[in-house]
């Protein structure tokens, strides 16, 4: 898809924003207390543009933190997949890159039915952004993303710049015709100081040289035994990562003949992730969960790349204050 661009003056925002919500159910960041959360906006006036991250990604419209999957209707399984359109307006790049990852995943043959179902009845609409302390997305190379949305909208001085990446974002821009200008050079001047700018912001870098060998090769660090002791091993930053997608099946009694099939989130923090039939636990200490999520996170492979997008999410919302790049550094460092 050759990607076009477009302007948007600010005063037309509202009528693109309502054209939207016609379309589906729209959710955009909102404030909520002192986190960020993707929520369901009626008006744009809700929206905070400013945000840098919310506390959950939104991987949670595409496999919720504990749903139903299916259950017995009649004589017949019946699957629930729901039929409502979302709009998901406002995502940074980090967060459209990581839902790239989740896609591989979920999306592999033979593809998640309720994932792939709810992904086909997305439109993604990304939005610039400054970043703060947690971030590094640079490093990683998930800053600007150039795939995975229908629109994306770059903030210039007196609306936006708005990039089309997809079939449906050019339907969306047609549509509304009248609402989009060309692209002046003033406004790629613009553009250019914003990313600029935003390029000088990034105050946190992950150093990938050798990383995967340099893994290998601090397997036995003490420095992971430092940190698990003080990991709480609460689960939170694989809730919040925008790329974790443990999760368990159970089947629940509803009456004395019914059951239904369940599916919700399971992190690898927890002891009970490892245990296998006959009792088996493959990570049976804090040191090996603590660890393997490293691993997980951060052994580059060619074909999928890496498994972290640098939202800075289990950074910030760590109880234990640990920190994912401070971790490798120290890991790094205790390799000389
Ligand atoms: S590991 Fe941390 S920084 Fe990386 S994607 Fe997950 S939450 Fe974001
Ligand atoms: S959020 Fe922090 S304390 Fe909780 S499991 Fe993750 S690293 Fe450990």
Redesign the pocket.
Known sequence: MTLKYVKLHSENFDDLFNYLTGLGDLYAPVKKGRIHSFQRVLNSREIDFNYTRTMLPPKKFFVKPKEELFGPKGSEWDEEVEERTIILFGLHSCDIHGLQILDRVYLSEPADPYYKARRERSIIIGMSCIPDEYCFCRSLGTDFAMSGFDLFLHELPDGWLVRVGSVRGHEIVWANEGLFDEVSDEDLTSFKAFEEERARAFKRELNREGLADMLDLAYGSPVWSE?AE?????????LVCPTCRCYEVCDRWVSPYDAVRERRYD?C?MESHGLVAGGHNFRPTRLDR?RH?YYCKNYFDPEAGFNCVGCGR?DE????G?EHVRVLEEIRGSLR
């Open positions: 940190y003080r990991c709480l091993a609460c689960g939170n930053c694989t992190s923090f603590f999520r289990c919302f760590c109880p234990a640990i």
